[in-house]
């Protein structure tokens, strides 16, 4: 099996859904700053998110959305109301743009997700996308 190729074609059709995600919610955003504005909610579905090469993981919960990589860099953004998919129930995709900050946050429902380390499926892929810089990964339900 050509494990390279395996890796790259997966790898483009995840950033191909987070880019095209990421041009949807700068339109939306740009003419809704409302988003900004959003009262933390009482019901919180609890997410962990982790990727490889780099290593990362976020985690989503009531108090806030904690991104962190082993060498204990690590930022905490309040929590958001997820952006969901229009036509599509809530579990299919959440896209978290993070307050005060030009990041996003992308959690999406698949069959499998592989962290290309483990032999571990997850139910969720993730896209992070902090500046300039975009990761990939899988996530799971706390």
Known sequence: MNYRKLIS?????????????????????????????QATPTKVEEFISRGTEPFWSVEVTKRGIVYSTPDNRKQTFSYVEPISASGR???????????????????KKQNTCSDGMSD???????????GNQVLDGCAEKK
């Open 89 to 107: 129930t809530r579990d299919t995709v959440r896209v978290y743009q993070l307050r005060g900050k030009n990041n996003i946050l992308i959690i």
């Open 9 to 37: 074609t997966r790898t483009l059709q995840k950033l191909a859904v987070g880019v095209f995600l990421l041009g949807i919610i700068f339109l939306t955003s740009t003419n809704n700053p409302s988003f900004a504005n």
């Open 120 to 130: 571990r499926e997850y139910p969720y892929s993730t896209t992070l996308i902090l």
